[in-house]
């Protein structure tokens, strides 16, 4: 029954809202409910968005012209 299902979700309708999270590290997909969604869940929207902070304030720290 999850084979069938797993062909049917590849192959059917919700095919095109099949996406690949972009959070750092996540392997998973998700389907596309909501043109903004990124993510395949809250806790791996945090960790990019803590990622994308990290990222800015580690380039500030090491700019030589700061």
């Keep these: 029954?999850?084979?069938?299902?797993?062909v049917d979700?590849?192959?059917?309708?919700?095919?095109p809202q099949l996406r690949a999270c972009l959070a750092p590290g996540c392997?998973?997909?998700?389907?596309?409910?909501?043109?903004?969604?990124?993510?395949?869940?809250a806790?791996?929207?945090n960790r990019a968005r803590v990622a994308r902070h990290?990222?800015?304030h580690q380039a500030v720290k090491t700019d030589p012209k700061s």
């Design 1 to 6: 029954m999850l084979a069938a299902q797993a």
């Design 9 to 15: 979700l590849f192959t059917g309708d919700m095919r």
């Design 27 to 41: 392997v998973l997909y998700f389907v596309k409910q909501h043109p903004r969604r990124e993510w395949c869940s």
């Design 43 to 45: 806790g791996c929207g």
């Design 54 to 56: 990290y990222q800015r």
